[in-house]
């Protein structure tokens, strides 16, 4: 083994995003996969799962098997109701977590960062790893410092089971940072069904649609009398897009104590 790479144990190794990642690590001189994690698939080697003969490595049921394996970071494309275990898992063994995995909370994210920080361990956390999103992100941020008045919509597969998205949340927390947004009505005052208004995440309206036909989507909507702003983030069918920057993330994890979320170190500007 080339100890001057980076080990990665990756749970959802079989999944939509995993398979894509498993094949760029599989590519790099930069990492080596030592362990991955799919349930359905234990016990089988990767290479005859994927259908790539050099990811030599036997499939594990659990996180707690896999990481009998040692490994420097630990990458999760889970599901919302396990990635908070998983995540804390790795932290007591002292290992550095990428999370690409939706679903956990404001509470979940601040216990995790404590966690972290007591075992002195890096987490990056991202909503959406895709460059386009990240851009989406850094622009709306932009455009909040003068524009008052917006709402995120989020648009998913019909099988997704959390709401608001990751990505939604984490860019109302992007813009609570930097501005409020401005309401007329308040949401508090709104005659009929407030629930109609969407829900109110880190002080912005997000309004979430769960229907057939969308891979994963997310809006804002900036307005002006007389004028308005659409940005607007689109994912196709594959997962390629997110593989980049979860390679990006998987570096950057071992320089930093604590949580982070978001990898807008991917740009200098």
Avoid at 20 to 48: I, Q, T, Y
Avoid at 108 to 125: C, H, K, P, W, Y
Avoid at 196 to 208: E, M, P, V, W, Y
Avoid at 233 to 245: I, M
């Amino acid at each position: 083994m080339d100890l001057s790479r980076i080990r990665v144990c990756l749970a959802g190794a079989t999944g939509w995003v995993g398979k894509e990642l498993c094949l760029a690590l599989c590519e790099s001189e930069k990492f080596h996969l030592v362990s991955a994690v799919a349930p359905k698939s234990a016990g089988r080697r990767l290479g005859d799962v994927l259908g790539v003969k050099a990811l030599d490595l036997v499939v594990s049921k659990t996180v707690s098997e896999a990481l009998v394996t040692p490994c420097d970071v630990f990458v999760d494309y889970t599901k919302p109701d396990a990635v908070f275990d998983h995540v804390q898992y790795a932290i007591e063994r002292r290992v550095h977590v990428v999370v690409g995995t939706s679903g956990l909370t404001e509470e979940q994210f601040s216990q995790i960062d404590r966690t972290a920080r007591a075992g002195e361990v890096g987490v990056l956390a991202c909503g959406n790893f895709a460059i386009t999103a990240i851009l989406l992100q850094k622009l709306a941020v932009l455009a909040s410092r003068v524009i008052p008045h917006w709402e995120i919509i989020d648009y998913a597969t019909a099988a997704k089971p959390d709401a608001p998205s990751s990505t939604a949340r984490e860019l109302a927390l992007r813009l609570s940072q930097v501005a409020t947004p401005v309401y007329e009505i308040p949401v508090v005052d709104t005659i009929g069904e407030a629930a109609s208004r969407g829900a109110t995440i880190q002080k912005s309206q997000l309004h979430s649609v769960r229907i057939p036909g969308f891979t994963f989507s997310f809006e804002i909507l900036f307005g002006l009398p007389g004028e308005r702003l659409l940005l607007r983030h689109d994912s196709g069918e594959s997962a390629r897009p997110y593989v980049l920057g979860t390679l990006h993330a998987i570096e950057e994890v071992c320089s930093f104590h604590g949580l982070r979320r978001g990898i807008e170190s991917l740009f200098s500007t």
